[in-house]
């Protein structure tokens, strides 16, 4: 016969308990614990699992061994039916008064209540320089104005050479009427003669 499923699941958490069996580990004292991990409240005292990390109920509180009731590791009704051994039925050693646990608690309320998040400025991102290759492309490349509705390059190559044509023909003209014999002005001569330089008797 199979087992129900509450019989599977983590066991309700009983406040009070009369079993009389008790943890061989030390007791476990609540100044070792911080504030907001036990609540010392006579309706609900309780405290935080060291080992399984979930809340107890502390039985026998006003008594003169209080200890923690016996639990499963997981939550009632959804996590499976694990007993913690090495929480359960652990003493525990009330040093801490209700007043003083109570000062603290609300002394590190107002601590953090007025804190802030903090905004993450994140530095802007340099632009990454792009490389020699596409630099060259970029100059090489038409302006966009040039394109002139996405006509193909040697086209355009074309009409810009009918356009700088006759000017270059004209310069090309004028370089040719010039003497044969001019030199420009405080340049040297360019010598005609082969030297050959003679070897010095030894």
Not at 34 to 45: G, M, T, V, W
Not at 81 to 95: E, K, M
Not at 101 to 120: C, F, I, M, N, Y
């Amino acid at each position: 016969m199979s087992a129900s499923p509450l019989e599977r699941t983590a066991r309700p958490r009983r406040s009070r308990t009369r079993s009389r069996t008790l943890n061989s580990r030390p007791a476990l004292a609540l100044s070792a614990l911080k504030p907001h991990q036990y609540d010392l409240r006579r309706d609900c005292a309780s405290l935080i699992c060291p080992d399984c990390e979930t809340w107890v109920p502390i039985t026998g509180l006003r008594g003169t061994a209080p200890k923690v009731v016996p639990h499963d590791t997981g939550r009632t009704w959804k996590d499976a039916a694990v007993r913690c051994r090495l929480g359960s039925n652990r003493l525990v050693t009330v040093d801490v008064a209700v007043k003083q646990w109570q000062e603290r608690l609300e002394d590190g309320h107002a601590d953090t209540g007025h804190r802030r998040r903090t905004t993450v400025r994140r530095k802007p991102k340099a632009a990454v320089a792009p490389a020699v290759s596409q630099i060259a492309a970029q100059k090489q490349a038409p302006a966009d104005d040039e394109r002139g509705n996405d006509r193909p390059l040697w086209l355009l190559r074309k009409k810009q050479w009918a356009a700088t044509e006759s000017s270059v023909r004209d310069a090309d003209t004028r370089r040719a009427q010039l003497p044969a014999g001019d030199a420009p002005l405080g340049a040297a001569p360019v010598p005609l003669k082969t030297l050959h330089p003679e070897r010095r008797a030894s």
